[in-house]
């Protein structure tokens, strides 16, 4: 037996009982003593109906969007759909706004206004300055390093040639060779502390332009 045939079946028992009810109805005589036995007669048979027809009712609705009970269209939600209200995207946006409300208060509470005596302008290189003075704090070291190998190398050099000069010659024009050699070495090193103060001069140069811009 299919669905739609239970259901008509129901229907069909639904309409009969009304029926047996209304011809009750039409039989109650009007003296009080057959009312009041053919008034319990009513109700037991209105609770049967009731008590049958919510059976049917959640026997084939499933309750989703219909309530057995008021017999009318659900509105609404029973229950929150979220279990943890504070998650919501409306709660969050709430909380940013009270937030942002607040701190806007505490910078307005905190705002002195601005000093101008303190405001001065930098250079246009300035931020190129900066990140390239990070960049250049391992390379002086190797640039130092490479320069004093340099020169060590040249001495070692020269001293070989001496040697080599000296032996030639048999110990002949020695001092004269040896004062070249050690005035070339002498000039390198001498090279190296100009350059160094150079570059010690350009710096105090910069920090002293840029306390005064």
Same mark, same amino acid.
């Given at each position: 037996m299919s669905s739609h045939?239970?259901?008509s079946a129901a229907a069909n028992d639904r309409k009969a009982? &009304?029926?047996? +009810?209304?011809?009750?109805?039409?039989k109650q005589a009007p003296d009080s003593d057959s009312g009041d036995t053919e008034a319990p007669v009513a109700t037991t048979t209105s609770t049967a109906l009731t008590t049958a027809e919510p059976s049917i009712t959640t026997t084939y609705l499933s309750g989703r969007n219909f309530d057995p009970e008021t017999r009318n269209v659900k509105l609404g939600f029973d229950n929150t759909p979220v279990a943890d209200p504070t998650k919501t995207l409306e709660y969050q946006a709430e909380q940013l706004a009270i937030a942002s409300k607040e701190a806007q208060e505490a910078e307005k509470k905190d705002d002195k206004g601005?000093? &101008?005596?303190? +405001?001065?302008?930098?250079r246009p290189n300035w931020d190129l300055k900066r990140d390239l003075e990070e960049k250049c704090k391992g390379l002086e070291v190797q640039t130092e390093n490479a320069i004093a190998r340099l020169v060590r190398e040249r001495v070692e050099g020269m001293k070989r040639e001496k040697m080599k000069v000296e032996g030639r010659n048999g110990g002949g024009g020695a001092s004269g060779e040896g004062e070249?050699?050690?005035m070339e070495g002498s000039e390198l090193v001498e090279a190296m502390h100009l350059k160094e103060r150079e570059e010690e001069e350009d710096r105090r140069r910069d920090t002293e332009d840029a306390d005064v811009s």
């Open positions: 045939e239970k259901l009982r &009304l029926a047996q +009810l209304k011809s009750l109805k039409r601005l000093d &101008l005596f303190k +405001l001065q302008p930098k070249t050699v050690g």
